[in-house]
T-cell receptor, first 112, second 112 residues
């Protein structure tokens, strides 16, 4: 049983398209995150939800919109995709406090 | 502004020897630190943590050292094994917040 699962694993799409990445966790964690790993390998936080409430919203273009239908799911929708959006996107969850995250295996997004 | 830095992008070590991975941070408010290990095409997995009230934490072959005055932490792996070959990320946060800031990672190669 995968603790944090993301779909799809790979996504190749054309500029201007709209796409979604889904994330689900079965750990019972209250907090979920989206991180982006760019070509320079920086892992940067984008969003975080705690019990379906947005708690972190970093400086991310508003073409990116997270949605958390329940605390086990955090989806990422991206409108009008640009070449610079190409990256690996990681979903993660945590029980909160100082404990670390459990990451999904990542979604490699390539915009052509 | 990269608040967590891993200045060595790669490191090669002979099997059985010690691997030392370094991490520096600039934000003196950080008081909780993690190390993650990442294999290709997988998400990062939690390895070991340390809080600022300690200067050392040990878990089997892995030991993390924290030097608060130098704003420096290091991960020691003894003895190194070929299966330890991976990218290692350090991450830091301030207690009471949800957001971990990650370094750019160090690729460790353990030679058999």
């Amino acid at each position: 049983d995968t603790a944090v699962s993301q779909t799809p694993k790979y996504l190749v799409t054309q500029m201007g398209n709209d796409k979604s990445i889904k994330c689900e966790q079965n750990l019972g964690h209250d907090t979920m995150y989206w991180y982006k790993q760019d070509s320079k390998k920086f892992l940067k936080i984008m969003f975080s939800y705690n019990n379906k409430e947005l708690i972190i919203n970093e400086t991310v273009p508003n073409r990116f919109s997270p949605k958390s239908p329940d605390k086990a799911h955090l989806n990422l929708h991206i409108n009008s995709l640009e070449l610079g959006d190409s990256a690996v996107y990681f979903c993660a969850s945590s029980p909160g406090g100082d404990r670390g995250y459990t990451f999904g295996s990542g979604t490699r997004l390539t915009v052509v | 502004d990269q608040q967590v830095k891993q200045n060595s992008p790669s490191l090669s070590v002979q099997e059985g020897r010690i691997s030392i991975l370094n991490c520096d941070y600039t934000n003196s408010m950080f008081d909780y630190f993690l190390w993650y290990k990442k294999y290709p095409a997988e998400g990062p997995t939690f390895l070991i943590s340390i809080s600022s009230i300690k200067d050392k934490n040990e878990d089997g072959r892995f030991t993390v050292f924290l030097n608060k005055s130098a704003k420096h932490l290091s991960l020691h792996i003894v003895p190194s094994q070929p299966g330890d070959s991976a990218v290692y990320f350090c991450a830091a946060k301030t207690s009471g917040t949800y957001k971990y800031i990650f370094g750019t990672g160090t690729r460790l190669k353990v030679l058999a």
